[in-house]
T-cell receptor
């Protein structure tokens, strides 16, 4: 079955880089995602990576994918207080006419001054 | 401009009293999803519609049902809410299975008393 794991907490200082890690087990996933959730809010799609890529960069965000180890990471450069939130990685699998997202447990990022 | 709208944002219902949550979208997307997110847990897919075709996840309780009267609207009906159904309910849309982005609404937080 599918199982996506993340560390629960990460604390960084403002201006430092944050690295959030994720391990997944479904090797057939075509896409892997990072979502951000602020308190009491829905999920905001940050970025995603196709499974045949090993890196994707989008402004302050860098996604690294190690398909052999089923390891995904999100690096946030120059972390700001506004980046404080819960970050979920997710893998997708086709289902019916859509795509089912299986989410990790979420990593709470705390940015300190 | 809001693209995926959920109403109400907060809903309180009594144990066993049917409740309906609403989702609408302005994106004209073919696929609409309902996820359940319990406190401090990952969102979990309940079911989705591809156009008018309903796709239920195998472990979604019979207590949960859905309706999609047209492209824009999708409803989640909980026939007899239990205390264990208290959660955030997230609606999401995607254009179709080939388009990988899922866009989430702000969620409805359901409290069962």
């Amino acid at each position: 079955g599918e199982d996506v794991e993340q560390s629960l907490f990460l604390s960084v200082r403002e201006g430092d880089s944050s690295v959030i890690n994720c391990t997944y087990t479904d090797s057939s996933s075509t896409y892997l995602y990072w979502y951000k959730q602020e308190p009491g809010a829905g999920l905001q799609l940050l970025t995603y990576i196709f499974s045949n890529m090993d890196m994707k960069q989008d402004q302050r965000l860098t996604v690294l994918l190690n398909k052999k180890d089923k390891h995904l990471s999100l690096r946030i450069a120059d972390t700001q207080t506004g980046d404080s939130a819960i970050y979920f990685c997710a893998e997708s699998s086709p289902t019916g006419g859509g795509n089912k997202l299986t989410f990790g447990t979420g990593t709470q990022l705390k940015v300190e001054l | 401009d809001a693209m995926v709208i959920q109403n109400p944002r907060y809903q309180v219902t009594q144990f066993g009293k049917p409740v309906t949550l609403s989702c609408s979208q302005t994106l004209n997307h073919n696929v609409m999803y309902w996820y359940q997110q319990k406190s401090s847990q990952a969102p979990k897919l309940l079911f989705h519609y591809y156009d008018k075709d309903f796709n239920n996840e195998a472990d979604t309780p019979d207590n949960f049902q859905s309706r999609r009267p047209n492209t824009s609207f999708c409803f989640l009906d909980i026939r007899s809410p239990g205390l264990g159904d208290a959660a955030m309910y997230l609606c999401a849309t995607s254009r179709d299975q080939d388009r990988v982005e899922q866009y989430f609404g702000p969620g409805t937080r359901l409290t069962v008393t």
